[in-house]
C-alpha cells in the first residue's frame, strides 16, 4: 500500500505534464517565455534580394555618375560701402561638366561682376576659371579650368519632350555643402520668371525637388540621368517647393554657337518701343490689335539699316510722353505681336548676324523688313 500511494501520484504528475504540454492553446514559450528569447527586444527586417527599392537604385545610380561631374563655384566680387571704399564679397554656386577638356555650364548670375572664380571639382581639388561667353538674356555662362586630365561630363537631354509629373532630380551645393542631391517632379513648363535684375526669364521649367542658395547652376536630370535644366531660381526666400531651372536646350544653342564661333554673341538689334492697343491704338488711327510702336531707332543700328522708321511728333497721353508716326510692328518671325515681350522672345534665340523678320504697319499698309542683327561686345 505504501509503494502504490507514490506510483499513483507519479503517474498524476505526469499525466498532468503532458496533458499541458500537448494542448492546442497551450505553448511553452507562453509559460516560459524567457527560455525561448532570442535576447533582443527589436526584430530585424527579412532578409531580401536588394536593400532598395528601383525608384531608390535609380536614384542612387544617378547621384554616383552625375556627382562627379557636377562642380562647386566660388566668386568675388568687390562691392562699395557708405564710405565709398571696396570691399571683397564671395558667393557660391554650382556648374557641371559639358567637355572633358574642362569646360562648364552654369548660371550668368552665379559668375557676373567676378574678379575671380574658383572650381572645386568632387574629389576637393580646386582651379581658376576663366569665362568663355554668358547669354545674360538666358541667365546661362560657359567657363573652363585646366584640370590637366580628362573630367568626366554629363550628357545633355531634351527639354522640349519634358511632360509635368515626370521625375526629375537636382544636384549642387545649396549653402556650400557640396553634392547634395534633392528629387522631385516637373511641376509646370513654360513659366515666366522676374529676376531681381528686372530681367524676364521665358519658358522656364518649375519643379518641386529642393533647391536653395548655391544650387544656381547646378543640373537638373531625368531618370535617365540626362541633364534637363538647369537650376536658376527659386520662388520666394528659402525652399518652399517651387523652383526654376532653364530649359536645357536653350543652353544647347548657347554651346553650338561657341563650338562654330569661338564666342558667343548678343545680339542687337537698335530700337526702342512700346505696346499699346485697343483704344489708345485707335485714337491713334492704328490698328486696335495693337502693336509695338517704335519709340527711337538708333542712328547706324541694324534697324536703321534696314530702313525702320522711327517717330515724326510727340504727344502728350495722360502723364506720359508719346512718339507717333513711326511704324509699329505687328508681326515678329510670322507671329503676331501679343505684348511687350513678343520680341524679347525672339531676340533671346537670335545671335548677332542672324535674320529676324519683321511686319510693320506704316501709313495702314503692312510691309515685311528683314534686319541683320548686330553683335554686342561681351562683357565679364
Not at 557640396?178 to 516637373?186: F, S
Not at 534697324?303 to 502728350?316: F, I, K, S, T
Request: proline residues 4%.
Amino acid at each position: 500500500m505504501k509503494l502504490i500511494r507514490p506510483l499513483i501520484l507519479a503517474a498524476f504528475l505526469v499525466a498532468c505534464f503532458l496533458a499541458i504540454t500537448s494542448a492546442g492553446h497551450w505553448k511553452l514559450t507562453q509559460i516560459l517565455p524567457q527560455l525561448s528569447s532570442s535576447g533582443h527586444i527589436w526584430e530585424a527586417p527579412a532578409s531580401a534580394a536588394s536593400p532598395y527599392s528601383s525608384d531608390e537604385q535609380n536614384n542612387i545610380d544617378i547621384y554616383k555618375s552625375a556627382r562627379e561631374a557636377t562642380v562647386n563655384i566660388t566668386s568675388r566680387v568687390y562691392r562699395q560701402d557708405w564710405f565709398f571704399q571696396l570691399y571683397p564679397e564671395e558667393g557660391t554656386g554650382s556648374g557641371f561638366i559639358v567637355n572633358s577638356d574642362g569646360t562648364i555650364l552654369t548660371n550668368n548670375h552665379v559668375v557676373r561682376g567676378s574678379s575671380r572664380l574658383k572650381v572645386k571639382l568632387s574629389d576637393m581639388k580646386s582651379y581658376p576659371a576663366k569665362v568663355l561667353g554668358t547669354d545674360a538674356g538666358n541667365d546661362l555662362a560657359l567657363i573652363r579650368i585646366d584640370a590637366g586630365r580628362k573630367l568626366p561630363t554629363l550628357r545633355l537631354g531634351d527639354s522640349d519632350s519634358l511632360v509635368v509629373g515626370q521625375k526629375v532630380l537636382a544636384i549642387g551645393n545649396p549653402f556650400g555643402l557640396e553634392g547634395t542631391l534633392t528629387t522631385g517632379i516637373v511641376s509646370s513648363l513654360n513659366r515666366s520668371l522676374q529676376t531681381e535684375e528686372s530681367r524676364k526669364l521665358e519658358g522656364m521649367i518649375q519643379t518641386d525637388a529642393a533647391i536653395n542658395p548655391g544650387n544656381s547652376g547646378g543640373p537638373l536630370l531625368d531618370s535617365h540621368g540626362s541633364v534637363i535644366g538647369i537650376n536658376t531660381a527659386i520662388y520666394g526666400q528659402g525652399n518652399i517647393g517651387i523652383g526654376f531651372a532653364m530649359p536645357v536646350n536653350r543652353a544647347k544653342e548657347m554651346l553650338d554657337e561657341y563650338q562654330a564661333r569661338g564666342h558667343i554673341s548678343q545680339p542687337t538689334l537698335g530700337i526702342t518701343t512700346v505696346w499699346i492697343s485697343g483704344d489708345l491704338a485707335e485714337a491713334l488711327d492704328l490698328p486696335t490689335k495693337g502693336g509695338l510702336l517704335i519709340q527711337r531707332v538708333e542712328r547706324g543700328s541694324p534697324a536703321d539699316e534696314a530702313g525702320l522708321r522711327g517717330p515724326r511728333q510727340v504727344v502728350v497721353v495722360g502723364n506720359y510722353q508719346l512718339g507717333v508716326g513711326g511704324d509699329l510692328i505687328v508681326e515678329v518671325e510670322g507671329q503676331p505681336v501679343e505684348g511687350n515681350d513678343s520680341l524679347v522672345r525672339v531676340m533671346k534665340r537670335k545671335h548677332g548676324g542672324d535674320i529676324l523678320t519683321l511686319t510693320v504697319n506704316r501709313g495702314g499698309r503692312k510691309e515685311k523688313l528683314q534686319v541683320r542683327l548686330g553683335e554686342a561686345p561681351q562683357q565679364f
